[in-house]
């Protein structure tokens, strides 16, 4: 267990029993591309995360060392002066650090051990576990307690400030998920409640594709959001109440006569149907419906194929591949687009056998091997037992 072998190296090159802090992944279930339009997402915690083994010292420096990647060890001074760091983390680190200083934050000299078993790049967002985990275990080191949505705020402000521009689904999730509940967070206004996902006998998978995004995916996404933006300022000319894509109805698209651009218009009916969906998923995993639950993945994916047009050729024949497969409810793409994973709910007495026949016969079609995580529902940043 990584956790074990965190805190067993910590005891040892740190003579000290540390205080042992669990950052998990996140999925999205349903609700992409809606954040950005003050929408609805459904994502959950998982039980894959980030562990952060802490203790106090009584030097003037933060001293951090990870099994994430390569062993690396880097140093804080608390006054937050220091240059950029080779490594992608400490950069997340460094960026962090400087915003609790600016904030005139108490930080305490601390020594810090970090490793984790989320798989970077799969779309689970280790980068919002890694800000999120680190900026609770100050807190704990330094006995002054930051509320979870201020900790979020300083975790986007920290991937901002290295050049992702992100919402605050990741961090939230991350924050604040809860063992058998998916999390709905309403990104118009923050407001969050849970949904216990009763689906016993069924096992959530995500299926990693092996297709790196490509470099036109930041392109691609800003095409999109822009996409929104205008029907948003064309809807207005109707209704000037309007502030968002959030608050436009199908009958406000159909009523619009004087946009050329279709392909905006497709777009925004897509992020419409999309919070529609996400509402439907919130009523079915409630109740249990697993049927329902697949068709509601199904429809989502291929939406995002054939309106969004943000899926790759490679995703669309996993999801089909699952199709044909009796024990897959259903799958669907994960994320941002343009490569990375698929979320399935398979039903766990075939999975195996599912899972297997899934990869083989997508090698077959692609030549690629693609590769899969079993998931489980947990908590949100805590201290780790």
Request: with cysteine; hydrophobic share 40%.
């Amino acid at each position: 267990m990584v956790h074990k072998k965190i805190a067993a190296y910590f005891k040892e090159h740190y003579n000290n029993y540390p205080t042992l802090i669990k950052a998990p992944g996140r999925i999205n279930l349903i609700g992409e591309h809606t954040d950005y339009n003050e929408g609805l997402v459904l994502p959950a915690s998982i039980e894959k995360g980030i562990y952060f083994a802490v203790s106090k010292n009584e030097l003037n420096t933060i001293r951090i060392e990870t099994f994430l990647t390569q062993p690396e060890k880097i140093e804080f001074q608390l006054n937050g002066n220091h240059e950029s760091f080779n490594s992608f983390w400490g950069n997340y680190f460094k960026a962090i650090v400087e915003i609790l200083v600016s904030k005139n934050y108490p930080l305490k000299g601390m020594d810090c051990v970090f490793g984790g078993d989320i798989p970077i790049g799969s779309g689970l967002s280790s980068s919002a576990a890694l800000c999120c985990g680190f900026i609770y275990a100050i807190t704990k080191i330094s006995g002054k307690s930051i509320s979870r949505e201020e900790i979020a705020l300083i975790a986007q402000k920290a991937e901002h400030k290295i050049g992702l521009n992100c919402g605050l689904m990741d961090q939230y999730a991350v924050l604040f998920g809860k063992k058998g509940n998916a999390f709905l967070l309403d990104c118009k206004d923050l407001s969050h409640n849970y949904i216990p996902i009763n689906l016993d006998g069924y096992s959530w998978v995500l299926v990693n594709s092996n297709i790196k995004h490509n470099l036109a995916v930041d392109s691609e996404y800003n095409k999109r959001r822009i996409s929104c933006e205008n029907i948003v300022k064309e809807v207005q000319k109707i209704k000037p109440e309007i502030k968002s894509l959030r608050d436009v109805t199908i009958e406000d698209l159909n009523n619009l006569t004087s946009v050329s651009c279709t392909i905006d218009i497709k777009r925004a009916k897509y992020v419409i149907e999309e919070n529609d969906r996400v509402r439907h998923m919130m009523k079915v995993l409630t109740i249990g419906d697993a049927l329902a639950v697949g068709e509601i993945l199904k429809k989502g994916h291929w939406a995002m194929s054939t309106e969004y047009e943000i899926t790759t050729s490679e995703l669309d024949t996993l999801v089909k591949i699952g199709e044909g497969l009796e024990g897959v409810l259903g799958s669907r793409m994960m994320g941002g687009g343009f490569g990375g994973c698929t979320i399935n709910l398979v039903r766990t007495d075939t999975l195996n056998a599912s899972i297997k026949s899934l990869l083989l016969q997508y090698k077959e079609q692609t030549g690629i091997d693609a590769e899969y995580y079993p998931l489980a529902i947990d908590d949100g940043v805590k201290v780790f037992e």
